[in-house]
């Protein structure tokens, strides 16, 4: 008899469940499109070299292993806030420096549950498989509203707009900041303009998961839909990472800001905030922080950085032309010319779960059985072979 005889098996999780897959794979030509992490062109995730001359200076420079303030490094909250909101009003801002931008979602979704008078958050449907867990996890209901049109594998603006404009007063809304995941349909700049007055005058507040800035049309162009809620005075909340653009997957390290009427309520807020880190995880991590803050406060730093970041969306989109271009001269019958439209790293293919098992088992392709693809995991050296996959079982 054990304590822990009432202990379950948990279901794996749907995406890190097929590395372990693709790992255990001993084909030699496997590909993995699944996991959601940059490649460069020989199928490796880099360590920037801003991030590798940063940690050199940190090196040379820390002085201490001390633990940070609760909330994390001053400096660092001002250094995000202004590349994620610019020129906002920064004494309206709470920041807390977290682990990844999922501790971000967190400590948000704790926040929300202890504080917020609804605890309803609305997700779009499809949204990033993780959310409806964290959210689940701290104590909030979960609504979904229409975003994505099936057929066309495209955003279905109409019924989005229509969808938000339903949403009761005072509750949440999850929005994807830029890079849709899972399907890279993006919102522009004129939208994200319409989507602000709706949130001002409907009264719901937005949550921003702003987890790919730079990776979808620029670093300043993909701030567009937090900025327009920042210029319409509008209380929100952001979930920022620094996971992809910096490349810093393993230091974990993101950001909540949080939104206030400025003054006394955003004392109250910090309270709060600092309550929800401290019976959690205390304080954050410094290292990945002290990257962060080392590269963008650093004007040459920054500039060599941000040259890094162009050069990963380049290849991302350079991927999806070449990739749509390689499908149809093999005579893949199917259009794929939506895939150029999208951005990010994710796009939905369109591929059934079927479809996606027989690209795992027959191919060693693997992707999400929502047919969900990294694109950035395709490079010169297997193209051939996941084209010639997927022609094999369309055609």
Not at 5 to 17: F, G, K, R
Not at 243 to 255: H, Q, W
Not at 366 to 385: E, F, H, L, M, W
Request: hydrophobic share 40%.
């Amino acid at each position: 008899m054990s304590q822990f005889d009432s202990v379950s098996l948990a279901p794996a999780d749907p995406i890190l469940s097929l590395t372990e897959a693709f790992k255990a794979d001993p084909n030699p030509e496997k590909v993995n499109l699944s996991v959601g992490v940059f490649v460069d062109e020989s199928g490796t995730t880099p360590i920037l070299a801003t991030v590798k001359e940063a940690e050199k200076r940190l090196v040379e420079t820390n002085k201490t292993k001390s633990y940070l303030p609760i909330t994390g490094s001053p400096n660092y909250a001002k250094l995000t806030q202004e590349i994620c909101f610019a020129k906002a009003d920064t004494s309206r801002i709470v920041t807390a420096q977290t682990p990844g931008g999922t501790g971000a979602l967190r400590v948000a979704a704790d926040f929300i549950a202890g504080n917020l008078e609804s605890k309803t958050i609305w997700v779009s449907n499809p949204t990033w498989a993780n959310h409806k867990g964290v959210f689940a996890s701290g104590g909030l209901e979960i609504k979904t509203y229409a975003y994505f049109d099936q057929p066309t594998l495209s955003l279905d603006y109409p019924a989005f707009i229509e969808a938000i404009k339903q949403i009761p007063a005072g509750d949440i809304v999850l929005l994807h900041a830029c890079c849709h995941n899972p399907t890279g349909a993006d919102l522009n700049a004129e939208q994200w303009t319409e989507v602000a007055a709706i949130a001002k005058e409907a009264g719901w507040t937005p949550l921003l998961d702003f987890a790919y800035q730079g990776f979808g049309a620029g670093i300043n162009e993909d701030a567009a839909g937090v900025r327009a809620m920042a210029a319409n005075g509008i209380q929100m909340l952001v979930a920022q990472s620094f996971s992809k653009n910096i490349g810093l997957y393993r230091e974990r390290i993101g950001a909540l800001h949080i939104v206030t009427n400025g003054g006394e309520e955003a004392q109250r807020v910090a309270s709060q905030v600092k309550i929800v880190v401290r019976t959690n995880y205390s304080n954050p991590p410094a290292h990945g922080g002290a990257i962060v803050e080392t590269i963008l406060g650093d004007a040459e730093l920054r500039q060599r950085w941000e040259k890094e970041v162009d050069a990963m969306r380049d290849r991302i989109n350079d991927v999806r032309v070449d990739f749509v271009d390689a499908m149809a001269a093999a005579g893949i019958s199917r259009d794929f010319n939506f895939l150029k439209e999208q951005n990010g790293m994710f796009s939905f293919t369109g591929l059934t779960r079927d479809q996606a098992i027989e690209l795992r088992e027959k191919h060693s392709i693997y992707i999400v059985d929502s047919g969900r693809i990294n694109v950035a995991g395709i490079t010169k050296k297997n193209i051939a072979n996941v084209v010639q996959a997927l022609k094999s079982i369309l055609n």
